[in-house]
């Protein structure tokens, strides 16, 4: 059986997916599922959350990890407090709210301009061509 050997510069290029914007966002927390919900979406999220615990302790965070256990109490998020260096794990049953308050840094940088971009470039005859990310600042 032969392999057939394809040009990755002529495959169809798929679209991404569309990215919700969530900046600014209080999600209402009526309930464990609510709760679940936000913290899938602030996980998700390319910059910082604010967290208030039930103790009235306020954390600002990026949240890279999470474990999701049968209960909220088995149940834990890890992020990077902006206030410290050192890499913090909360439960949810702590979490009274969350607010998406950090700059996302994803929304806006599709991956469609990216392709475009480079589309570009590529007809215009640019050799040694690749697709670089624009400053997020």
Known sequence: MSQTVQNPDELEVVSGF??????????????????????????????DVTLTLKSGERLEAYLFNRTTGSTLRDSFVQMYPVQSTEKRRVSYAEIARIEFTGKDRAAGKHWEAWVKKYAEKKAAGEKNIGLHPESLD
């Open 18 to 47: 569309a990215h919700e914007n969530l900046e600014g966002w209080v999600p209402e927390l009526a309930g464990e599922d609510d709760l679940k919900q936000a913290l899938e979406k602030a996980f998700d999220y390319r910059g």
